[in-house]
């Protein structure tokens, strides 16, 4: 059995008793990666010298006896979309390709403070936007379950190295189900914490009101130990919440008693995959067998979480992106090849005698920056853009993005409702098992739809949590989602780990890798 | 002033910037005149992943001018995104203030001390927090294809300041912004320095004019670019009559062409049309999700009411009250700022004749500060020894005439009037000895008894320089009523 | 409410994109497919609602007004596509 086997609280405790060192660990992590890598393509960039040196010096103070950070000598890969200023943070964009952040996003300071050893970059969805890590600019990332499918996104690389065993832990974001449902797909457990909880400082962001950063592990116990880690106030981000963090990697294991578990019926309404239906159904009929009652509970606007999602988070991506445009980093057009373009435009105008056009051809700073942004930019970040700008310009504000923010207090207050009456809310992270690479590439909106299940936590700014529930006949793995109030993450971390006590889905390995 | 065929009007939009050590959303420097480039951080740089923090010292000196401004202050008030493309501009977007400023529906009066306007109230619409921005420079002389970025300013808190128009010259344009000027200044919420462009103004002009006995306005037009209030009188008044010969040309009214912006160029003394883009205006504001709301309660509000200092306008009142000065003399004092306006208070105080006081303050000091170009702070004479100036003036024990070279005494040797009077000689003369001195001259001067006598008491002039002669102390006032007493009376 | 291509062209414009005949084309049809769908919010009685625009209720988050260390010039310049040894560099800002 390879180290990797182990579960990160598993190894914690080898390393602590001295039967493994951090560099060992390390290297089996950068060996399995450079195994299975190639064919899954989950990191963008390894930091092997960097990662062993750590691990090298994590290793020399343990045997000096020093106090030790809570994930000393683990290896932990961090999606590609929070700055780390050893390295590159690209977003799997061309747009910045080359951007070295001169400063640690606070969840990269957290990790290397708890002593991790960061051993690389994962890939995703370009700027995060997107459900199936197909949007990278760089590489396509597979599922370790069938290669031939997606591992979901936008963090597909973080939830495919878990899988994979390449890594214990891996660092994701969440904007409307980038954790969850790529956890979902991949067969692992994977956290969107309450909004606020992680600080977003140094998150490249995607839509501010929902973006949250989370973790990815096989267990329960693992994603509490990797949330306490990188959970915490931080006075650099307006938006993070003075909360204590819990020890979170401490009350896992004490189960929780008379659980009410909330059913949503909607959600088993009709586009639910059969298969994906009773594998949910029988993990609520687990949880009735530990003691849990099980209770009917209303969303009515939740049907209404895409349509909201698709006006907020693309409005706020129009504005978060408008930095990316040549001027003081990312990708510039080749100035001398614009200067010609403009030129010929000019010229061919004026022979046609189109006055008009003439006088609204771009400048050349307006022709860089669309030049620039054209060019660094895919397709799927580009619609999101237009459809954002569409949406919040003049005279489409009220109808659209206002609506949005109306539609979304009140999936709020429905979720409020329902969470009088129960803990958690439990149903699909996703209607089907992974889907195929390059089923869904020119059909956005039924790319969108696959958010369902997962984009109300965000609009609401609710945690919630995926975890593996069983598998298709097709051998792919089905996740179950948990749902919880504000800030009880612990809730969910607690019921994820009864649940895995009891059950073993989440101990199976993809075969092919 | 001839009479015009027009009524200008005329509303104003201040930005100043506010005196915070750091800038608005990071802890980088606001100092002014460093070398490009050199106090920019990763979040005024607007690099990925970085989120602002506001300043809270920013939110509290906004809070203070609103209120000096008698704005109302919502409990409620949010920051959003105003969303354009310019290099200045890293994140693509300014942070503002769009439906629901800090502060709305205060005032400012203004008056003019030289009555050419009625005293006024100009309503202000609202004063807003945002962030600044940066600055591009083109040298175009030096053949330069590309323009240069400096970072520095960006993010500089800014608090913008938008008048009703309700001013209707030049003249009071200039005097709302003196006005509000010095209020900053009084508050200390800015230095105003128009050259480090701590304080600009836009100014929106047009035109009231009658045609057919039908009320009109004409379109109108924003002003940028100016750089002084001299300058902001000129390209009014410029502006004014450019509208006017321009309606008389196309008869074009408000709402028949767009918004026009005109920069004023000051060398030239005319206005230029700027090149507008119709897309420039759709900024698609929304509200920033990385910045929280802030509340304000109205306690806080009057907390901040009754923590601030005195305002020009409760002082000047003040003035007139307590210390009987008129208009003018009130205004030249409360003008000066604070500090001058200290300075004499504690000397009127303590000499007990608040008049005389401010003769001395507003002739004499204000002249020595401007010809030596020094503050009241480091100006020689202290306020307690301006006031031993003026008793003594007052008791007699220095002669009026000579008040002047006792305080060029005081200030030169640094000592107070009553070791400058005996430095000078000066010594008080007693009455008798100076009835006696008079009645000596009138003795020996029949002549011009005779022609007193005569009726003509410019005579009596001759006596007093002989009394002056004779003893440098006397007071001349008093030797002519004496003289002409005597005269009479021989 | 359908999307035009001279809508699209327009958005194109004020988001700083250049789009391609194909890329309008497409993009054209497909964000009235989104625009489609998404106009079902307008089906939701929103009366008196007030507008969520942050998934935590939290106010008067300040910091206070203390100078920090800035970047190193070298440093803040060290991302730019173009600069000099002062500043940013950026094709000409016509002068207004």
């Not at chain 1, 890598?37 to 390894?46: I, P, R």
């Not at chain 1, 981000?237 to 020890?247: G, I």
């Not at chain 1, 159904?281 to 009917?296: F, M, N, Q």
């Not at chain 3, 291509?5 to 958005?11: A, M």
Request: glycine share 8%.
């Amino acid at each position: 059995m390879s180290l990797l086997d182990r579960s990160a609280c598993q190894l914690l405790a080898d390393l602590k008793a001295g039967e493994i060192s951090s560099v060992e660990l390390t290297q089996a992590s950068l060996d399995r990666i450079e195994a299975a890598d190639e064919k899954v393509g989950a990191f963008l960039q390894q930091s092997g010298r960097a990662a062993l040196a750590a691990a090298e010096q994590i290793d020399v103070r343990r045997a000096a006896g020093e106090q030790l950070g809570i994930l000393a000598g683990l290896p932990v890969a961090v999606k590609d979309v929070l700055c780390d200023s050893t390295t590159t943070t690209t977003c799997a964009s061309k747009m910045l390709a080359n951007f070295r952040p001169p400063y640690d996003s606070t969840v990269v300071a957290k990790l290397r403070s708890a002593d991790a050893v960061l051993v690389g970059r994962t890939n995703m969805d370009e700027f995060a936007m997107g459900g199936s890590t197909e949007n990278s600019a760089v590489q396509l990332t597979r599922n370790p379950w069938d290669l031939q499918r997606a591992p979901g996104g936008s963090s597909g690389g973080a939830a495919a190295c878990v899988a994979a065993g390449m890594v214990p832990l891996s660092i994701g974001t969440d904007t409307g189900g980038s954790i969850r449902q790529p956890a979902g797909l991949c067969g692992v457990v994977g956290m969107k914490p309450t909004y606020g909880r992680v600080s977003r400082y140094g998150l490249v962001a995607f839509a501010s009101s929902l973006d949250q950063v989370g973790p990815l592990a096989r267990t329960a116990e693992d994603v509490a130990l990797l949330l306490e880690a990188i959970a915490g106030h931080d006075p650099r981000d307006s938006t993070s919440l003075e909360e204590a963090t819990p020890a979170y990697s401490q009350s896992v294991s004490k189960p929780l008693e008379n659980m009410r578990i909330g059913v949503v019926k909607e959600q088993f309404a009709t586009g639910l995959n059969s298969e994906v239906e009773t594998a949910v159904r029988d993990a609520i009929a687990v949880y009735e067998s530990l003691g849990a009652t099980v209770k009917e509970v209303e969303l009515p606007h939740s049907k209404y979480g895409v349509a909201a999602y698709y006006v907020i988070a693309p409005s706020e991506a129009s504005s978060n992106l408008a930095r990316y445009d040549g001027a003081h980093y990312g990708h510039r057009t080749d100035q001398a090849e614009m200067m010609a373009e403009l030129e010929a435009e000019r010229k061919q105008l004026s022979e046609s005698g189109d006055q008009r056009g003439l006088d609204n051809l771009d400048t050349p700073l307006i022709r860089m920056y669309r030049r620039s942004r054209a060019e660094g930019f895919g397709p799927e970040v580009k619609r999101r853009i237009m459809l954002g700008t569409y949406a919040l310009s003049a005279g489409y504000y009220d109808a659209y993005y206002l609506k949005a923010l109306k539609v979304r207090r009140l999936i709020r207050q429905d979720y409020d409702k329902a969470f009088e009456d129960v803990d958690l809310i439990a149903g699909p992270v996703t209607a089907s098992p992974a889907f195929k690479l390059g089923e869904m590439v020119d059909d956005p909106l039924a790319m969108y739809l696959v958010d369902l299940y997962t984009v109300s936590a965000n609009l609401a700014g609710l945690p919630g949590l995926s975890m593996p529930c069983g598998f298709s006949e097709a051998g792919l793995p089905i996740g179950l989602q948990l749902q919880a109030p504000p800030l009880k993450e612990q809730r969910l971390l607690k019921a994820a780990h009864m649940y895995q006590q009891t059950t073993d889905w989440h101990t199976r390995r993809p075969p092919e890798t | 002033m001839p009479e015009q065929p027009y009524t200008t009007v005329i509303g104003l939009e201040v930005h100043v910037q506010l005196a915070t050590q750091s800038k608005l959303f990071c802890r980088c420097s606001t100092q002014f005149g460093a070398e490009p480039n050199t106090q920019t951080c990763p979040v005024c740089t607007g690099l990925p992943g970085t989120l602002p923090v506001m300043n809270a010292h920013a939110f509290e000196l906004s809070l203070q001018t609103a209120i000096a401004l008698n704005c109302d202050i919502p409990g409620f008030t949010k920051w959003d995104r105003k969303q354009y493309y310019y290099p200045d501009l890293p994140k693509g977007y300014q942070i503002s203030q769009f439906d629901l400023p800090m502060s709305d529906d205060g005032y400012l009066e203004i008056a003019d001390p030289k009555d050419r306007f009625e005293p006024k109230r100009v309503r202000i619409l609202r004063a807003h927090l945002e962030e600044d921005a940066g600055k591009s420079v083109h040298d175009e002389a030096a053949g330069k294809a590309d323009s240069e970025i400096d970072l520095n300013r960006t993010g500089t808190p800014l608090l913008e300041i938008v008048s009703e128009p309700d001013m209707r010259s030049s003249l009071e344009a200039r005097a709302f912004l003196q006005e509000l000027k010095l209020l900053l200044t009084y508050i200390g919420v800015s230095d105003c320095n128009m050259q480090e462009g701590s304080l600009r103004v836009d100014a929106n002009v047009n035109l009231h004019l009658e045609k057919d006995s039908e009320k009109v306005a004409t379109p109108i037009v924003e002003i940028k670019n100016m750089n002084s209030f001299r300058a902001v009188e000129r390209a009014i008044d410029y502006e004014a009559k450019r509208q006017y010969d321009e309606w008389q040309e196309t008869g074009r009214r408000l709402g028949e062409s767009p918004k026009q912006t005109r920069g004023w160029d000051d060398a030239a003394g005319v206005t230029r049309g700027q090149r507008s883009k119709e897309e420039s205006s759709d900024y698609r504001y929304f509200p920033d999700p990385d910045l929280m709301p802030v509340t304000t309660t109205a306690e806080q509000v009057e907390a901040v009411r009754a923590a601030l200092p005195e305002l020009p306008a409760g002082l000047r009142q003040r003035l007139g009250d307590d210390y009987s000065l008129g208009h003018y003399d009130a205004d030249v004092l409360v003008n000066q700022g604070r500090p001058v306006v200290d300075y004499y208070l504690t000397a009127a105080d303590a000499s007990g004749d608040p008049k005389l006081t401010c003769n001395w303050v507003t002739q004499e000091v204000l002249r020595e500060l401007k010809d030596k170009e020094i503050t009241i702070e480091q100006f020689g004479v202290s306020a307690e020894r301006l006031a031993g100036l003026v008793k003594g003036i007052d008791s007699g024990a220095i002669p009026g005439p000579r008040g002047r070279e006792v305080f060029t005494t005081m200030l030169a040797d640094d000592c107070d009037a009553q070791e400058a009077t005996s430095k000078l000689g000066i010594e008080q003369v007693d009455e008798s000895e100076l009835v006696a001195l008079c009645q000596k001259l009138v003795d020996a001067n029949p002549k011009i008894v005779a022609d007193v006598k005569a009726g003509k008491q410019q005579a009596v002039g001759a006596l007093i320089g002989q009394a002056k002669a004779q003893n440098p102390n006397v007071d001349p006032g008093r030797v002519r009523e004496i003289c002409l007493e005597l005269a009479q009376q021989s | 409410m359908a999307i035009t291509r001279e809508t699209v062209e327009k958005v194109a414009l004020l988001a700083r994109l250049k789009l391609s005949e194909t890329e309008l084309e497409k993009m054209t049809e497909q964000m009235g497919q989104i625009v489609g769908y998404v106009d079902q919010l307008s089906e939701v009685d929103t009366e008196g609602v007030e507008p969520m625009a942050h998934a935590v209720e939290v106010t008067n988050v300040f910091a206070e007004d203390v100078v920090a260390e800035s970047l190193p010039r070298e440093q803040a310049l060290s991302n730019a596509p173009s600069s000099n040894e002062r500043g940013y560099l950026v094709p000409a800002v016509l002068g207004d």
